[in-house]
């Protein structure tokens, strides 16, 4: 009977002294030295950036085309429609513009 009571008293320290797993950690967002490291988190982060490009474009109903090159030059494009006829919406578009680039917003444009 002790033993069954030492055991319940041990279970709730050991759940929180186990470490986290490595894939949930957050981490320093900055450029990673290891070029084979650097290539899987490329990969996998593609892999998430289509699947929630796909999530939204389904459950929002809106068009997207996503535009990556890789860092060994690859072109890499995601679109629920056509890339053409989403681009030809852009161009043609007047109105008022979301802006999330980093370039563009450092130099002070739209």
Do not use: W
Not at 25 to 44: D, N, W
Not at 80 to 88: A, L
Request: proline share 5%; with cysteine.
């Amino acid at each position: 009977m002790e033993a069954a009571a030492d055991v319940a008293q041990a279970a709730p320290e050991a759940a929180t002294q186990r470490p986290r797993p490595a894939g949930r950690c957050k981490i320093p967002i900055k450029r990673i030295k290891s070029s084979k490291v650097r290539s899987v988190t490329f990969l996998k982060r593609k892999k998430g950036l289509v699947k929630k490009a796909t999530e939204l474009s389904v459950l929002c109903h809106c068009d997207i085309a996503l535009i990556v090159f890789s860092p060994s030059g690859k072109l890499i494009i995601y679109s629920n429609k056509s890339v053409e006829s989403i681009y030809k919406r852009y161009e043609a578009y007047n109105g008022a513009i979301e802006c999330n680039s980093c370039a563009m917003l450092a130099a002070g444009g739209v």
